[in-house]
């Protein structure tokens, strides 16, 4: 179940990141929505009797990195190279700070190796009750409002003149991406690469109509966290390895392979 | 009758246009000329409520058009801009996004509103290229698909940045041939046009801009008897007709 969930969730998120931010290389983990939100599930550790507020922890790191991103990036230009620069530079800096809490309190309540690699051996049914909720409540708005993600797509003033309010929507799907990639990451830790590669799967699979592409990327992440649970739970039975590092296995050679299908793109970026 | 009063616009308080005051009449086709970086585009992103104006007011039909709701002013103006990402989608489904200020939840488009696309796309020759992605297509049938979304929008105005430009010889002409469809539709098409020629033998009328102002407003006649392209532009400007057809064709030198 926990598989499912956060396979949905970071999937979704990476999806709506894409189409909003208008960047195929967007992604949780790359442009810092994932260091915000393991920053604040690290740093909410020091509150052991609020320990079971982690999922709005992870949503409120991921909502602040994800808007310090966009507005760097809006500040000097917005291009897509300087989103991806823009998050990896955020992404470091977050990043540095959930190292050091994890490295001065090691006695946290949440495993260094495991929250940084991302896993979801020792999650419990209770664990996952929050963050379930808060998943399916943004799967659902996603899915509403997946035709006016078709419409962002197209642009911010062909959008405007089409009579979306660009400015509120792109908020609102900020905000519901942060939401589906902080619950998933407050019980699977920093789960790499399922953000970025499952959106492009599914476009693959049936295009880019955002009406269709939701549910099938949800399909798609929860299947591929899925099989990702069972072969870390099997190739080295009875010893189970993260889940995260099965995604970076599979995933890191296909974002190789974007960014080089992606090369001109950028350089036109 | 869409008018601007008294604008003042630009970027992050820094006037790119000023005082402009100028109307546009429905039916009609206005060109927007000027030098490059003299507000053309700021105009038109102004006068179409893309970009708010630093004072000022544009009225329709009486009415000021600033706390329009944005779904409402999107039934009564549309813009296509000049520069803009290509979809990967198919062509009768970029056009039905023309539909979208129209669609209340969930999104799901009516009958009317498939039988206004396939008109769309009728009228502007693309039934053939229905399913076919835009990104298959070449700038002049893109522009085309565009315009066909515009036609969906079904908007009383209508601003274009720059039409025709990068396209071929061909598809320039066949671009303003639908501009005039557009016109005889009782559309006001409203556009950013930098062939000077083109200019003044297909539009109503002349906006002529210098450092943000307003030159000269008037038919392309008025314009070009006024001398004020050739003191903006700093070239000669000299009105020919063609013998075979008749018409007044404009030549430029320096």
Redesign the interface.
Known sequence: MAAILAGCALSLAGLVLQTVL?NALAGPSIIGVSSGAGLFTALITFFPAYLTLIPLAAFAGALIATLLVYFIAKKTGASRMTIVLSGAAVSSFLGAFTDTILTIKPDTAISRIGFLIGGLSGVTMDGIKLPGILIFISFVLVF?FS??L??L???D??A??????VAKFRFIFIVLSSLLAGSAISFAGLLGFIGLIVPHAA?FII???NRLLVPVTALLGSSFALFCDILARTIFAPYEIPVGIIMSFLGGPFFIYLLLKQRRRLIDA | MLELRNITAGYQGFEVIKNVNISFAKGSITGIIGKNGCGKTTLLKTAAQLLKPISGDIILNGGSISKMPEKKLATKISFLPQIRSTPNTTVYNLVMHGRFPYLGFPRIPHAKDKAIVKKALATLGLKKYRNKNVRELSGGERQKVYLAMVLAQDTDYIFLDEPTTFLDINHQLEILAIIKELKKLGKAVIMVIHDLNNALTNCDKICLLDKGEVVIYGSPKTVYSSGAIERVFQVKCEEVTLQKKGQSQYVFSL
């Open positions: 208008n509403i035709y006016d078709n419409v797509s197209l642009g003033e062909t405007k003149s089409l009579g979306l309010n476009r295009g880019y109509d």
